[in-house]
């Protein structure tokens, strides 16, 4: 068996540039007296050896750490990915990083998750939802750090908000639905349980319909993730058999909405003629999926952008006054589906 490689020190850096230990240290660090030549000999050892200086003492001398926490459900969620990739850029570009952790949409695991971040001194803390355990909120409520709340808007919000009604956006899906005709509408959802954002859509769902007067008990929860398309294949079938004369069903998302129409398609059922389908989420698998399918854009990259502005401007000097909640407004994509 190989012996384990020797982690490069900085007295190694230090010999092989032939400069001393002090110089290597003041070198390294972004702001330096240091010549840009000595400089670069330092650097150029450095990479030989792949050696990489140690920030923690001048971390919690200085109360920074340099990067943000960020909670997420799930990581093969799309929505998801687009909303980190869009606050990962805005944070890089202001010298901070992030650490990700997802909770597959457990809030107990969201409360194992965020004490583990917290023990690392991030600056902020970025999560999904507004629904977590007593002792998670309160971990955050004590932080000491700015708290985003997003993907929600919570009743009573810890610290910031960047979100969006998810009974709206499923009342802007019913509407729809009501106005095309259809009367006989069903839902087919995840575990409400564990997803606090599908349970809400489901809340718009049943409210939107019985502002109508129409009823709101053809609906289907199945175990599944979802974000997963099994779920649209299996409520579907429960629907059909259980109200065959559904003339319209809305998804929790877009790729359980795939799966429903993949199964009407199998049973030689038309999208949309003889029932039509809904989604959320704006996926790109519901652009090109034949029939494209109708859905409900909430920006998800909008999302974090704007929650990694908030980041940077509660932690700068000159912070602005601004809006503790800031809500995004979700549109209907108008596709065949639908």
């Known amino acids: 068996?190989?012996?384990?490689?020797?982690?490069?020190?900085?007295?190694?850096?230090?010999?092989?540039?032939?400069?001393?230990?002090?110089?290597?240290?003041?070198?390294?660090?972004?702001?330096?007296?240091?010549?840009?030549?000595?400089?670069?000999?330092?650097?150029?050892?450095?990479?030989?050896?792949?050696?990489?200086?140690?920030?923690?003492?001048?971390?919690?001398?200085?109360?920074?750490?340099?990067?943000?926490?960020?909670?997420?459900?799930?990581?093969?969620?799309?929505?998801?990915?687009?909303?980190?990739?869009?606050?990962?850029?805005?944070?890089?570009?202001?010298?901070?990083?992030?650490?990700?952790?997802?909770?597959?949409?457990?809030?107990?695991?969201?409360?194992?998750?965020?004490?583990?971040?917290?023990?690392?001194?991030?600056?902020?803390?970025?999560?999904t939802g507004g629904v977590h355990t007593d002792r998670c909120r309160n971990l955050l409520e004590n932080s000491g750090i700015p708290v985003v709340e997003t993907w929600d808007i919570p009743e009573n919000p810890v610290d910031q908000v960047v979100g969006f009604s998810n009974a709206y956006a499923a009342e802007l899906m019913i509407e729809h639905f009501i106005k095309q005709g259809h009367t006989k509408i069903g839902f087919i959802g995840g575990d409400n349980s564990r997803d606090s954002r599908g349970r809400d859509?489901?809340?718009?769902?049943?409210?939107?319909?019985?502002?109508?007067?129409?009823?709101?008990?053809?609906?289907?929860?199945?175990?599944?993730?979802?974000?997963?398309?099994?779920?649209?294949?299996?409520?579907?079938?429960?629907?059909?058999?259980e109200w065959p004369d559904t003339h319209a069903i809305m998804c929790v998302s877009d790729p359980v909405a795939f799966g429903a129409v993949t199964e009407c398609k199998r049973l030689d059922l038309s999208v949309p003629d003889t029932i039509a389908i809904g989604g959320f989420g704006a996926y790109e698998l519901g652009l090109f999926s034949n029939p494209s399918i109708t859905t409900i854009d909430v920006g998800a990259a909008l999302i974090g952008q704007l929650a990694a502005e908030k980041i940077v401007d509660l932690l700068s000097d000159s912070r602005r006054e601004s809006n503790k909640v800031v809500q995004t407004k979700p549109r209907l994509i108008k596709r065949q589906s639908a």
């Open 1 to 127: 068996m190989k012996d384990k490689p020797k982690l490069a020190t900085m007295a190694d850096v230090a010999k092989l540039a032939g400069v001393s230990s002090m110089t290597v240290s003041r070198a390294l660090k972004p702001e330096t007296s240091v010549s840009k030549a000595t400089r670069d000999k330092i650097q150029k050892a450095a990479d030989d050896l792949g050696y990489v200086l140690d920030t923690r003492a001048s971390e919690f001398s200085s109360g920074r750490s340099g990067f943000v926490a960020v909670t997420i459900p799930s990581i093969n969620n799309g929505n998801f990915a687009d909303t980190v990739k869009a606050l990962s850029d805005v944070l890089a570009k202001n010298d901070l990083q992030v650490l990700l952790g997802y909770s597959n949409y457990h809030v107990d695991r969201e409360e194992q998750l965020i004490t583990q971040l917290l023990k690392k001194r991030p600056e902020a803390i970025i999560v």
């Open 201 to 241: 859509r489901y809340e718009g769902f049943c409210k939107t319909l019985e502002k109508h007067g129409l009823d709101a008990s053809r609906i289907s929860f199945q175990e599944q993730s979802p974000f997963s398309m099994e779920p649209g294949v299996n409520g579907l079938k429960h629907i059909l058999k």
